[in-house]
Each structure stands twice: as C-alpha cells, then as structure tokens.
Nanobody
Framework: QVQLQESGPGLVKPSQTLSLTCTVS??????????WTWIRQPPGKGLEWMGA???????GYSPSLRSRTSISRDTSKNQFTLRLSSVTPEDTAVYYC???????????WGQGTQVTVSS
C-alpha cells in the first residue's frame, strides 16, 4: 500500500515561508500518471486544493495561492515539497499530501500535519 508522510515545522511566524515535505513510500513519484498533491484544511473550514506536481515534474497551483506557492520534488529521495511564502494566521491549517489519480480522485493521503502561523 502506498504511504505518504508529511514533515515540517508545526509553527511558523507571520511573513515567513512555510515549508513541508511529503515522503512517498511503495510508489515512485516519477512513474505512472499520478499527481502528487498538497491540500489543506483551515480550522472550521473545508478542504482546499493548493497545488500538485505530476510524474514529469510539471506543476499546477490554485489560482488563489499561485503567487505564494511553489512545489518542487527530489526524485532521489522520492519526496515533494511545498513552500508557501508570506504566511499569515489565515494560513493556519492541517496540511495534507495526497496522490491524485487524475480528476480529483485522491486515493492515498498522508496523516496530515498541523501548521500554526503565529508570532
């Protein structure tokens, strides 16, 4: 079974850059036609798709976050990384990485990691 695990700091100060890494096991981020995705859920709100990197390294971002978001990958470690710049308390959320088969069919998820933006 494919496994995804998020890692990164749980507390980030306003105006700084949030950086989270997703480590994938039992699948390769460079094979198959999958999209490796970041999703977040702010407290009391629904899930928000942030962006994804596909098997070829191409990326796509939510229009509302595009100016602050970057997703990269390290194929040697089978990891992909989210960077969100200029964070504010509104970026406080549980952040998830997930595998998307395409068309929003998310079949494997990480357990999620809480990130709080606070001074």
């Amino acid at each position: 079974q494919v496994q995804l695990q998020e890692s990164g700091p749980g507390l980030v100060k306003p105006s700084q850059t949030l950086s989270l890494t997703c480590t994938v096991s039992r699948d390769s981020i460079t094979t198959n036609l999958y999209y490796w995705t970041w999703i977040r859920q702010p407290p009391g709100k629904g899930l928000e798709w942030m962006g994804a990197v596909d098997y070829s390294g191409s990326t796509g971002y939510s229009p509302s976050l595009r100016s602050r978001t970057s997703i990269s990958r390290d194929t040697s470690k089978n990891q992909f990384t989210l960077r969100l710049s200029s964070v504010t308390p509104e970026d406080t959320a549980v952040y998830y990485c997930a595998r998307d088969q395409g068309g929003g069919r998310l079949d494997y998820w990480g357990q999620g990691t809480q990130v709080t933006v606070s001074s």
